[in-house]
């Protein structure tokens, strides 16, 4: 079973930037493919970019595509979310997934999760 453990969140400026990550452990053989959720107060969570861990390849929500980029470093076992140009509405508790299926896609029945980190973004 792979283990997934976030970091990075915190609080922050409208504007500002911030870079999450996420180390998988344990049966990462199983790990095809990670990706970033959020869900802010109240509301249901959301999809925002997945990574296909053997070429990188990436899918992204089209409303946060440009600001958000997601990357992996193989070597450290470790998926990052750069953020740029923060706002309000992007306060969320942040969650890295996993899934052995090699498809990133918001679709897709990830079966391993992180217990999220907070990100608060201020006005």
């Known amino acids: 079973q792979v283990q997934l453990v976030e970091s990075g969140g915190g609080l922050v400026h409208a504007g500002d930037s911030l870079r999450l990550s996420c180390v998988a452990s344990?049966?990462?053989?199983?790990?095809?493919?990670m990706a970033w959720f959020r869900q802010p107060p109240g509301k249901e969570r959301e999809f925002i970019a997945g990574i296909r861990w053997s070429d990188g390849n990436t899918y992204y929500t089209d409303s946060l595509k440009g600001r958000f980029t997601i990357s992996r470093d193989s070597a450290k076992n470790t998926m990052y979310l750069q953020m740029n140009s923060l706002k309000p509405e992007d306060t969320a508790l942040y969650y890295c997934?996993?899934?052995?299926?090699?498809?990133?896609?918001?679709?897709?029945?990830?079966?391993?999760w992180g217990r999220g980190t907070q990100v608060t973004v201020s006005s």
């Open positions: 344990g049966r990462t053989f199983t790990k095809y493919a």
């Open positions: 997934a996993a899934t052995s299926t090699g498809r990133p896609r918001p679709d897709t029945p990830f079966g391993s």
